[in-house]
């Protein structure tokens, strides 16, 4: 008991003693630094650093910026669901999401907003513009608009939970025989169920002959997003494994988890696909159960765990695990010199810059339902304006397109 006692004791001064150096240092920080910082700042630097000082993943997140990584892991955000163009200082309704208030409430491709709650929003930031459209009070808000043809009216909009989407393409690249691009620009914890519903959405058209998944981009996210998707592909074996300070485990793919065991899959992989992407990719590939086409990996086969700290409002991020795929690969670029890093694809091409680009833009923008696409071209072509990025000449996914057609492949052109 005097042993616990006197261990007890060294520690707590031990405590005493890291907290009067941060105290010593950050009273000299805030007393002598050339602005005025307040504690909290400097609090939230010194945790920032203390977490980043661990590896390249590792973060701090204070208040302001946990709001956007719950947004982008949790896969939900509160709006109305409209996205907008800015032309001549005005914002315009691009098009609206499917299921979203904007929709219900009859917000249409082409409306100028005039007034915000009685206000002219011309000189808003997009930040105070989008805070506006979803207060936190809960109330609904007046939109004074003027669509395409001139004609004025007021819309009451209420602001909801809306998914965010992570599938930004989804839509048929061949009919005979049907092929179907689903493009996934991340991974959240609404991943999966978006990919169930926007496959039988595909199905209701046609019964598929193959799926080409575009994980071009993906910098990855939600762990378990990528295994549910996984599973829905494979019918049995190790889907990745996960080692850290002391702790292993093993995910297995199951037979009454399966959904398209069969269907032919070709995915695209490239320079920027990483972490929750690899896994995936590295899983369908060591099954032997899609071709990978593109270019090499990130390298990220790290695992982060976050946490929540309520009611502060703070997240922190720290890498937890390796990831490893069927075959035992880890892909991890900051380990030892000399090892193999990122997934070699099957089919390798070599993409220039310009074209990288132009399909990176084009991969992250949001795309609109045939309907409203088709109201924004007869916009585009009235106004002489580029509303919505063109299809850009894209190789990689020709290339995918070739091998679930059975077609020669002419990696040179």
């Given amino acids: 008991m005097l042993l616990l006692t006197l261990v007890q004791a060294v520690l707590q001064r031990g405590k005493r003693q890291d907290l009067a150096r941060y105290e010593l240092v950050s009273s000299y920080a805030r007393d002598t630094f050339v602005r005025q910082v307040d504690d909290q700042e400097l609090l939230d630097?010194?945790?920032?650093?203390?977490?980043?000082s661990l590896d390249a993943y590792s973060r701090f997140y204070?208040?302001?910026?946990a709001v956007q990584l719950e947004r982008e892991t949790g896969g939900r955000y509160e709006g109305i669901g409209a996205l907008f163009r800015t032309l001549d200082a005005r914002r315009h309704v691009l098009f609206t999401l499917p299921n979203s208030p904007a929709r219900a409430?009859?917000?249409?491709v082409g409306d100028r907003v005039l007034t915000l709650n009685g206000q002219d929003p011309t000189d808003w930031d997009d930040q105070k513009f989008r805070e506006t459209l979803a207060p936190e009070s809960g109330e609904a808000v007046t939109l004074s608009l003027v669509d395409l043809d001139g004609k004025e009216r007021d819309v009451l909009v209420d602001a909801g939970i809306l998914v965010d989407p992570s599938l930004r393409h989804i839509r048929m690249v061949s009919s005979t025989p049907p092929v179907a691009w689903i493009s996934v620009n991340s991974f959240s914890r609404e991943t999966?169920?978006?990919?169930?519903?926007?496959?039988?959405q595909l199905e209701s058209e046609a019964p598929l002959s193959g799926l080409i998944l575009d994980l071009r981009?993906?910098?990855?996210?939600?762990?378990?997003?990528?295994?549910?998707?996984?599973?829905m592909f494979l019918t049995e074996g190790v889907i990745v494994e996960t080692q850290g300070n002391g702790t292993r485990d093993v995910t297995r793919a199951t037979p009454s988890g399966v959904t398209h065991g069969d269907l032919p899959l070709v995915v695209l992989v490239n320079q920027s696909s990483a972490s929750a992407s690899e896994v995936l990719a590295s899983a369908l590939q060591d099954h032997r159960r899609a071709v990978l086409v593109g270019m090499k990996t990130y390298g990220k086969g790290v695992v982060q765990t976050i946490r929540r700290f309520e009611p502060w409002g703070a997240r922190a991020k720290v890498t937890s695990a390796y990831y490893y795929s069927p075959s035992g690969r880890n892909f991890e670029r900051s380990l030892a010199e000399g090892r193999s890093t990122g997934i070699q694809p099957d089919v390798?091409?070599?993409i220039d810059a310009n074209e990288r680009r132009d399909i990176s833009n084009y991969l992250g923008s949001h795309q609109p339902n045939a309907q409203e696409e088709a109201l924004i071209r007869q916009w585009e072509a009235d106004s002489g304006l580029d509303l919505l990025p063109p299809a850009p000449v894209d190789r990689t996914l020709k290339t995918a397109?070739?091998?679930l057609l059975g077609k020669n492949l002419d990696l040179n052109n």
Avoid: F, S, T
């Fill in 348 to 350: 390798a091409l070599l």
């Fill in 217 to 231: 981009d993906n910098r990855g996210g939600v762990l378990d997003a990528a295994v549910e998707i996984a599973q």
């Fill in 105 to 108: 409430a009859g917000l249409k």
């Fill in 45 to 52: 630097a010194a945790l920032e650093g203390m977490l980043e």
């Fill in 192 to 200: 999966a169920g978006e990919l169930v519903h926007a496959l039988a």
């Fill in 62 to 65: 204070p208040p302001v910026e």
């Fill in 401 to 403: 397109l070739d091998i």
